[in-house]
Each structure stands twice: as structure tokens, then as C-alpha cells.
């Protein structure tokens, strides 16, 4: 299971350019666990890998000798339809999950970037999620019980396998974003739902981001459910990835049974307005797209920069059309993708040759003014020599001596992804 | 207690922040949970957070052990105090302190009601979802300490689903802030391993809470069946039909019994078991649901399938059902509530065992519970002047509570472990899982002053309750 010397361990495993000596595949959590014993005596740095689709995320390994790689252990453990309930490996990709729980009408409420790489561990260590957060949650809300082996090789789980539980300390919530620095998760349990019966898509589009926020903020303020709501300054499905002047976009999707998504789709005219510049029913192929594309915006298309921003709804117009001019100022276009419900503002800037302190001072501007309002700006992909400079994760106030002990306590040597996490962690 | 100490959080706090006097403080000597009686030495109810900070910051200094409490409505002794002399009351912490209607939150005040959060934005068509059956007294810190939940958390979710943030005086004095105001904070999720410690993490001061939109409309069904198992066979049936109700809950014939003679709603005292089961959402989509409920129904043998006429009766079907507690007076001098999970699949397996243990120890249990998500609520009846009864109702509890474990379900899904079940966790968590929840505690509450003698057995001393370890006479 462990990979022989010498070979160059594939792209998968780089982290940051940094290669690790070793890759070991382990297949049952017995074997997690040894491994995990024998590094933590070696002081050996470890990273746990999926299929290495958001290795970009988090700061410049401190140091990194072997990778974990997570994707043997993939089986159903255990799946009760009827209860709602799935338990499965951390290594399942949330694709094999999805169409496991699809033969029973159901789902995991979840639609994360890239399905097919993305597994069950990394979802819940990076905290992955897309569109449908507004209407569904983040794997928090789904995650009910998790087994994780510490970095000294003791296996211990938190929650249960069933939907209600308050025994004990809520582990479950503690691993969702720990970036794998406590633990590596090994196993699983998810509360699930019925995959909605039908589903539609509507494109609304408006001459300024404050129209299009405008108009978000009335559909969350009515009686509308929306199970996605996107408000862009591109269209996925227009061919050029130029913007329009200062269009954007809403992308409103409804699911449920067929009455309520007819009933929603007649109304939504009346509930955002009259500003609009226009509005139009998806067909089912456009549908499709635009969903995975609003899906894999995070991770797609090629970027100089990328951050997340975490704001109140109500900021997010004027904050994506500062942004914006502030991008152009320095010729490097921004694409922004926000989960107008949500106050989560993707940016994306493009432009090869923009010089590393423009992009720095843009990092700095999106740090002064999400953190003027209590939000965050955390950035997400960056070249690895900029990373330490524009401290990716930001600052966590007061609240860090508390991690760093939370750190240093289950984690003492300091093995598990070092450097990769908030403060250094 | 020492005068000085004494003197000193007179300072803090001010006279009217002080409980000294012996029949004043013996108020505070349980919960819900009314099997176990402590009388604290002293409470003193802050009137803001920089107050908690200082006295939890003396007594810190002072090696003096305290523990906190909202409304003292808990069901498992989690403000009990056990070897912690000073009690700090959240009561005075009784303020909303922000509403955010566009961005859909609220920061309130730990010692803020929970009923008085959706009040307040019930006007703008908002709410706070988590509703415990205890809603009109219960606070908004007890409900972050227990993560308690409530009938309608089926669809909704649990407190932790709804809390955005937390300000906590940490066992230490200093004062953190936890998550935010906005969805995604970097760093730790330590407001989620916050919430549901039960006040073992420190002493929540004030939460920012995330408001739901009112549903457009409401139905609610009392299904009315001969015997339980019909009813259960119901609840598999919606379950796997794809409707996600808003409330799904059994009452038995005893229960049913009770609330009628203290509500007069209308039950049939003559049923083996109803089901109110409530969905909501956009009106449009009510219709087709009522349908595929009442031939679900049907199809299990209901006698009767009644639809709330309007909002006055919904509401008062749901006033009978939170007060079913209070009911249950009427037909015991004391009762106890236990609070086991089982998957929703295994809930005819758990009334049957239930019957088996009622009949077994000799006691009355009644039966109301959230069948949607396979949490029960047994009450165990008793009379605390008979030893004997009451020694049986705990190993009656106990003995629920395994066959719960052994079919693969917890000790407790919204009430806590407290005290009442400390003695049990070792059935559903290894040394090695306590191990780490011990140390979890450490990196918050180094010196277990916060709290103590709470949720995690003492390696070794295994306690185990056969009868009231501190009873105190009223």
C-alpha cells in the first residue's frame, strides 16, 4: 500500500509544488490507524488526500512527507432508506453517494464543486458546498455522525446514526471545516432527503448589481422558496466570457413538487419587479449546465486569484460592483458568483500579468472592507510564493489561542497538514 | 460561604444581583429533572456580560466552582449544582439586542425567552424555528447549552442549525466570540462543539440567531388510530413517501387521557394512539401532500383523519401537545421524562419494549413523543414519598434507555446527559471517545471550575443513581 521509492508520486498528491517522499494507500481504518501511530512516533508530516481536487485551498505546507491517500476507503457502510440515514467511508465520492442514494429517490443535500473528485472526508474538512445551501444547508446540518482517527492512531467517533442526538460533545460539527488538522476523518453518517421531484431554472438579468441585489432581497423577503439563488456578473451560458457593461445576472431555481414550482414561477414577476432587464424559463440542457457551472465556478476556468467572501446579504450589490472597479483598475477582470441568499461571494480575477502587489492590495481591499462590515475574505487560490504574504485564511480575532490549544491537543507533534490551516495551524 | 467571596460579587454584581437568603436560593435547587436536589450556596444574576466576566473572573481566581442557568426548564440536571458553589443566573441578560429583517438574523441575550425571539418578528412574517415544548420559559442560553430541539425540528433542524454566532465568558473571564454574523467564519467551528456542551464550555452571553420565513400556510391532521402500531406504520409510510413534515408526533392512550381532561380539545379518549402531523410550505404544494397523507393514513387502518379548521384550532391542537407534560399531573404526583433515540424504523420495536419495562417494574408510562425523528419521550410515573417507587422508576429509565442503544439509536436526542445519564455514556461511547471529550473540555474549561460533575464520567467512579443522591427538604 505504500508507494515504492523513487517513483514520482502523480500531480494528485502536489501540494504547493511540494511533493511528498511517500504515498500510502490505505484500505481499512485499522490500517489508517497505523499508519497515523507510526508517523505520529517519526514526527512524519501527513496530509490526507481525496483525488486532490482542492489541494489549492489553505497556506504552503510546513512541512509535508506523506500523503494520505483516502480514495480505498469508499464502501457503504451501512444505508437504511427507510430511516434516512447513509453511513459511508470517507473516501466515497460525493458523485458515488449521490447516485447510491439516487436509486431510492433520495440525496444528500449537498452540491459541492467537482462530484466526481470530490469525496465524502473533504467535503466535510474543507466545508464544500454549493448553490443549494440556501434552500438546504452545509454538510453541518447533514452530518450526524463521524469516526475519525487522531493523530497518534486512536480511533474515536462522535454523534450517532440517528437524525436527533445530543450525547456528548458534537464532534461532528468540530471536524466540519478543520481542514484536516484534527484528525483524519475516516467514516461518515448523513441524515438524507428526498431528491425533489421536479425542478426548474429561471435567468433574470438587470442592468446594475444593485437591480440584480435588489431583486434577490425581495425573493428572500417573500414567500418564495427558492432552492438556489445566484446572482452573477457573467452568464454561464453565454459563450463570451466578456461582461456585458454592467449586467448581471439572477439565477433563481425552484424544486419541489410540480404545483409549488408552477405556482412560484408564475409569481416570480410580481414579487422582484418591474427592473429587470429580462427574465427566461431554462430548458432542461441549459438547466443543467448552468447548474454545474454555478456548481464548479470555486474550482473553474483559470484565475490569478480567487477568494471567497462571506458578507451580510444585504452587502453584497455594492460590494460586487466596488469590487469589480476596483478589478478593472488594476486589469484583472473579476467573475463574481454570489449565493445572494447566503452573503457568499465568489471572485475569480483573471489577467496573467498582473504584478504581484496589485494583486496583494486587491486581497487588502477585499480584507478592509469585508471585515468593515464583520465578514471575511478568505482566499482560495493564489500562487503558492504569494500565499504566506497574503495570509490566506486572514485573521480569526480573539477566538485563535482557543484553536491553537484545540490544535495542540489533539494534534501535539504537529503532524497533521502543518502550516495549512488559520494562524499558521 | 466566606464573607469575602461573598463581598466581592455583592461589588460586582450589586445587592439586587444577589440571591443569599436560604428560601430564595432553594428555588434553584433542580430542574425539570426533580429526582436530584442541590441547593447552590449563592446565586448571583449579572446584569451584563462585562458582570459575568468579572465574577466568573474572581471566581476563577478564587478555585471557586460555578454553573450557570437560563430558566431551570432542562430535563437532565444540567444546572444542577454539584460541587459548585456559586450559581450565576442568566435571567438579567433579558435583551434583544439587534434585528436584522433583510438579513434575516437577530442577536439576543442568553437569558432572552426563546418564545420572545419569534415574537418579535412575527410581525415581518419571521421566526425563530426551534420551538421546544417549553418555549415560554425556556432561554435562549439553555436552549445553545442543551442544542435543544422541539416538535417541528423534524423539518427544521435543531438549535445548532440556527445559531450564527455565540459571545462566551469563558471559564477564565475573558470574553470570545464564536462564528459571527455572517455564514462562513474562518477557523474552527468551536460555536458548533459550543453548542450542546451544556454549559460545560463557558457561559454563553449572547447569540446572534438565524430568523426562518413564517410558512405561507399550515396543515395540520389529528390521525386517529386503534392502536400504536397502526400510527407507527403511518409515520414509516410518510417517511418514505418523500414528504418532509413539519411535525410529525405519537401521543398514546394515557397521554391522550390526560390532556383531554386538562384541555378538553377533543381527543377520543377511547384511542389506542393519534398522530398530529402538521406540513407547511408554499400553499400550492399543501394540497397534493394532504392527499397522499390522509390515503397513508387510510391505508393503516385510521378510524378518523381530522384537518385543523384554522389557525385558532392548529393552535390550540399544539397547545394541548406542548403542555402534555404539564397534563400529566393530573394523574401522578412526579414524573420522570426520559428522552432516547431510535432510528425512525425501530420505533414499534421501542413502545413494545417500553410495555415490557412498564409492566415489569410495575409503573404507569405514557407515551408523547417526535415520531418523525424516532425520539421518545416515556413518562415514568411516580410518587417520590414512596423509596421504593422511586428507586424503580430510575432503573425502569435505564432499562429504556439500553434498549434504546442496543437498537442502535442514544441516550438522549434533545434533553441532554447532564447528571440524570452520565452514568450511561460508557453504553454508546468508547474510553477512548470519552478520553477526547475530556480533553475537549480542557482546551475550554482547563480546571473543570464551569460546570462540573457534568455529561462525562469520572474514569473509575462510575457514578450510578439508584436513588436521589441530594434530596433537599422544600
Known sequence: ?425 | MDQQVLDRLYDIVGPDGVVAHKSARSVYDCDGYTLEKAVPEIVVLPHSTEEVAAVVKFLNRERIAFVPRGAGTGLSGGCLPVEAPVMIGTSRLNKIVHIDLLNRYVVAQSGVVNLWVSNAVKEQGLQYAPDPSSQQACTIGGNIAENSGGPHTLKYGVTTNHVLGLEVVLPDGEIVTLGGTVEDVPGYDLRGITIGAEGTFGIVTQAALKLTRQPQAYRTFLAVFESVHHATQTVSGIIASGIVPAALEMMDTLIIQAIEEAFHFGFPTDAGAVLIIEIDGLAASLDPQTERIQAICKHNKAREVRIARDDAERMALWKSRKRAFGAIGRLSPNYCTQDGVVPRTKVPDILQRITEVSEKYQLRIANVFHAGDGNIHPILMYDERNADETRRVVQAGKEILNACVDLGGSLTGEHGIGVEKMGQMPLIFSPEDLMVMTQLRSVFNPDNLCNPNKIIPTPGGCIDVTTPRRQVPL
Open chain 1, 1 to 425: 500500500m505504500t508507494q515504492a521509492a523513487g517513483h514520482p508520486p502523480s500531480p494528485q498528491f502536489i501540494i504547493d509544488g511540494q511533493a511528498p517522499e511517500t504515498v500510502v494507500y490505505p484500505a481499512s481504518i485499522e490500517e489508517v490507524s497505523r499508519l497515523l501511530k507510526e508517523a505520529n512516533e517519526h514526527g512524519r508530516a501527513i496530509s490526507p488526500v481525496g483525488h486532490g481536487a482542492f489541494l489549492h485551498l489553505g497556506g504552503v505546507p510546513k512541512r509535508y512527507e506523506q500523503a494520505l491517500c483516502m480514495t480505498g476507503l469508499s464502501a457503504i457502510v451501512d444505508y437504511q432508506p427507510t430511516d434516512m440515514t447513509i453511513t459511508v467511508g470517507a473516501g466515497m465520492s460525493l458523485a458515488q453517494l449521490q447516485a447510491i442514494l439516487g436509486e431510492n429517490g433520495q440525496w444528500l443535500p449537498l452540491d459541492p464543486p467537482c462530484l466526481e473528485r470530490a469525496t465524502v472526508g473533504g467535503v466535510i474538512a474543507a466545508n464544500l458546498n454549493g448553490p443549494t445551501r440556501f434552500s438546504q444547508g452545509t454538510v453541518r446540518d447533514f452530518l450526524i455522525g463521524i469516526k475519525v482517527v487522531r493523530a497518534d492512531g486512536t480511533l474515536i467517533k462522535g454523534g450517532g446514526q440517528v437524525v436527533k442526538n445530543v450525547a456528548g460533545y458534537d464532534l461532528p460539527k468540530l471536524y466540519c471545516g478543520s481542514f484536516g488538522t484534527l484528525g483524519v476523518i475516516v467514516e461518515a453518517t448523513f441524515m438524507i432527503r428526498p431528491r425533489p421531484e421536479a425542478q426548474t431554472t429561471l435567468a433574470l438579468t438587470f442592468s446594475s448589481a444593485e437591480k440584480a441585489g435588489e431583486a434577490a432581497l425581495k425573493l428572500t423577503g417573500s414567500d418564495m422558496q427558492p432552492f438556489f439563488l445566484e446572482l452573477a456578473n457573467f452568464s454561464p451560458l453565454s459563450s463570451s466570457r466578456d461582461q456585458q457593461g454592467d449586467a448581471y445576472c439572477l439565477f433563481v431555481g425552484f424544486a419541489g413538487m410540480q404545483e409549488e414550482i408552477d405556482d412560484q414561477r408564475n409569481h416570480l414577476r410580481d414579487v422582484v419587479g418591474d427592473d429587470i432587464g429580462s427574465i427566461e424559463e431554462l430548458s432542461v440542457d441549459e438547466a443543467q449546465t448552468l447548474s454545474q457551472a454555478l456548481r464548479d465556478f470555486p474550482v473553474s476556468g483559470p484565475a490569478t486569484l480567487r477568494c471567497k467572501v462571506s458578507l451580510q446579504p444585504t452587502q453584497l450589490a455594492t460590494f460586487c460592483s466596488d469590487l469589480a472597479a476596483e478589478a478593472r483598475r488594476r486589469y484583472a477582470p473579476a467573475r463574481l458568483l454570489a449565493r445572494a441568499g447566503n452573503g457568499i461571494l465568489y471572485a475569480a480575477f483573471e489577467g496573467d500579468t498582473v504584478p504581484d502587489d496589485q494583486i496583494l492590495s486587491l486581497v487588502d481591499w477585499i480584507r478592509v472592507h469585508a471585515t468593515g462590515s464583520n465578514g471575511f475574505g478568505v482566499v482560495e487560490e493564489i500562487s503558492s510564493a504569494l500565499k504566506e504574504r497574503a495570509n490566506v485564511w486572514g485573521s480569526v480575532g480573539k477566538a485563535f489561542p482557543l484553536m491553537q490549544r484545540l490544535k495542540d491537543t489533539l494534534d501535539p507533534k504537529g503532524i497533521l497538514n502543518p502550516g495549512r490551516f488559520v494562524g499558521g495551524i
